[in-house]
Structure formats: structure tokens, C-alpha cells
Nanobody, 121 residues
Framework: QVQLVESGGGLVQAGGSLRLSCAAS????????MGWYRQAPGKQRELVAG???????NYADSVKGRFTISRDNAKNTVYLQMNSLKPEDTAVYYC???????????????WGQGTQVTVSS
């Protein structure tokens, strides 16, 4: 099994910053990509940012220039630095890891439990 432990959410005023962390542990053989999704009340879960094992990144248009995703492959940890936060960034943020538990296994998605980010105006 693979476990994802998230940290770093909280309440912040508009214009402030937060840093999310997600550490993967357990029976991990390889990790293809890591990322962050978010889900606001009444809305669908959406991709915020993703990063491949080679370091290529992808961002939602709404966060480009404000959020930065990074990863530490040695620690199987992904980070999301969120600057210039806006009230519309308020959501539950979920860590996602796409990887395998054995050499022969197909990659699958693993999810964290979610961490609340609330931005007040």
C-alpha cells in the first residue's frame, strides 16, 4: 500500500502565502508524476499543478505565476508554494501520486486525505 500524508493547509488572508507538502511512503517502486488537485464546494475536482519525474511541470491557468510545484525525489515528497492567494483559491487540496508498487504493475493513482485552504478577503 501507498500512503500520502499532506500538511501545510490553513487560513490566510488574501495576498498571503502557504506551502503544502505531501510525502509518499509505503510499498512504492516508482513514481511517474506527482500533483495537486483542489475541490471547492459545489465544484468538480480540478488539477492545480503537476510535475513529472523528470521535472516537467503543468499548471492550471488560474494559478500560473502565483503557484510553484516542486518535488524531492529522494524523499518522495511534492510541494506546492502558493503566493498571492485569492479567495477563489479556497478549496480542499488533494495530493496525487501516479506510480507503481512493483516492476510489473501498471501505474495507478493514489490520493491524500485532503487539506483545507481558506483564503479570506
Amino acid at each position: 500500500q501507498v500512503q500520502l500524508v499532506e500538511s501545510g493547509g490553513g487560513l490566510v488572508q488574501a495576498g498571503g502565502s502557504l506551502r503544502l507538502s505531501c510525502a509518499a511512503s509505503g510499498s512504492i517502486f516508482s513514481i511517474n508524476a506527482m500533483g495537486w488537485y483542489r475541490q471547492a464546494p459545489g465544484k468538480q475536482r480540478e488539477l492545480v499543478a503537476g510535475i513529472t519525474s523528470g521535472g516537467s511541470t503543468n499548471y492550471a491557468d488560474s494559478v500560473k505565476g502565483r503557484f510553484t510545484i516542486s518535488r524531492d525525489n529522494a524523499k518522495n515528497t511534492v510541494y506546492l508554494q502558493m503566493n498571492s492567494l485569492k479567495p477563489e483559491d479556497t478549496a480542499v487540496y488533494y495530493c496525487n501520486v501516479r506510480g507503481t508498487t512493483t516492476f510489473w504493475a501498471l501505474p495507478r493513482d493514489y490520493w491524500g486525505q485532503g487539506t483545507q485552504v481558506t483564503v479570506s478577503s
